[in-house]
Each structure stands twice: as C-alpha cells, then as structure tokens.
C-alpha cells in the first residue's frame, strides 16, 4: 500500500495554515493529523480520504 508523503508538499501547508487562520480548523485538529501521520498510516492506491472531528483528509 502507499505511505503518506513526508514531508506534505508545501501547498498542502499552505492549505492548512490558510483553514486555521480561517478558524476553520484548530490546534487540536493539526495535532489529530500529525498522530496518524506519525503512525505512518498506509493508504489505498487511488483515491481516499480520513475523517477526522472537525475535517476530512481526502488524498
């Protein structure tokens, strides 16, 4: 199965720092996301996606 890439591709940063500045998405939701990265999570080929509470992860 595929990894996640590290580290993310900057726009995806950007992404990211765009939602939370947004409040769109917290602390807590960047800490969500950096513990099932850490797990080094496998991902199917195609596409996906990973819900989280607050957003959704879709690759």
């Known amino acids: ?3 996640i890439r590290k580290p993310p591709p900057p726009y995806f940063m950007k992404h990211l720092v765009d939602r939370f500045r ?3 998405i917290s ?3 960047f800490d969500a996301l950096q513990d099932w990265r850490n797990s080094n999570p496998d991902v199917p080929p195609g596409k996906w ?3 989280f509470p607050k957003f959704t992860l879709a690759g």
Do not use: H, L, N, Q
């Open 1 to 3: 199965m595929p990894k």
């Open 22 to 24: 947004e409040g769109r």
């Open 27 to 29: 602390v807590a939701d």
């Open 49 to 51: 996606y990973k819900t």
